[in-house]
T-cell receptor
Framework: QKEVEQNSGPLSVPEGAIASLNCTYS??????FFWYRQYSGKSPELIMF????GDKEDGRFTAQLNKASQYVSLLIRDSQPSDSATYLC??????????FGTGTRLTVIP | NAGVTQTPKFRILKIGQSMTLQCAQD?????MYWYRQDPGMGLKLIYY???????DKGEVPNGYNVSRSTTEDFPLRLELAAPSQTSVYFC??????????????FGEGSRLTVL
């Protein structure tokens, strides 16, 4: 079983809608989770991280962590065409390995 | 402040050739990493270093070697290139162990094709 699994999509939403990206993880001991955004042909960049159960909001982005159900979500409100990218969920595995999911490709349609 | 700089950006190798991907960071980060990303896949850790003189294997180290003689530089050596090593390689760095900050700073990537 993969440490982190994501629906590869693609996910298409109209401009202004809420985009919901989901990630499940297998290690119940995982304490921290990260969302990276990767534009086509570019390198990943961190956009959100969450350590505690519940929600964490940063502007139009909300990360949600449910440890009981072992899933992490990223909500993007008021989606913009500039949000079109691949979103990678990542979680620690072992002492020094950050395991990345395969990513979900999001397209925001103007 | 250039961040993380990788060279070359593109390279085509023949099977059996060797090469070194260069990575340098000017942020005085202790931790440095090499990842590879295959099409439609996540990033897989090849090697990492927690400081000058210290390196360790990641998830997919076979066919690669690294060294860390200075804080700034972390080259990745490919010996006897194989088609399976065709990928995009990302170098990254962080000030402390990533689990505390969550943020890796990535270079722009090096696209390698082995024919």
């Amino acid at each position: 079983q993969k440490e982190v699994e994501q629906n590869s999509g693609p996910l298409s939403v109209p401009e202004g809608a809420i985009a919901s990206l989901n990630c499940t993880y297998s290690d119940r001991g995982s304490q921290s989770f990260f969302w990276y955004r990767q534009y086509s042909g570019k390198s990943p960049e961190l956009i959100m991280f969450i350590y505690s159960n519940g929600d964490k909001e940063d502007g139009r982005f909300t990360a949600q962590l449910n440890k009981a159900s072992q899933y992490v979500s990223l909500l993007i409100r008021d989606s913009q065409p500039s949000d079109s990218a691949t979103y990678l969920c990542a979680a620690p595995t072992g002492a020094n390995n950050l395991f990345f999911g395969t990513g979900t490709r999001l397209t925001v349609i103007p | 402040n250039a961040g993380v700089t990788q060279t070359p950006k593109f390279r085509i190798l023949k099977i059996g050739q060797s090469m070194t991907l260069q990575c340098a960071q000017d942020m005085n980060h202790n931790y440095m990493y090499w990842y590879r990303q295959d099409p439609g896949m996540g990033l897989k850790l090849i090697y990492y270093s927690v400081g000058a003189g210290i390196t360790d294997k990641g998830e997919v180290p076979n066919g690669y070697n690294v060294s860390r003689s200075t804080t700034e530089d972390f080259p990745l050596r490919l010996e006897l290139a194989a088609p399976s090593q065709t990928s995009v390689y990302f170098c990254a760095s962080s000030y402390v162990e990533w689990a505390h900050t969550g943020e890796l700073f990535f270079g722009e990537g090096s696209r390698l094709t082995v024919l």
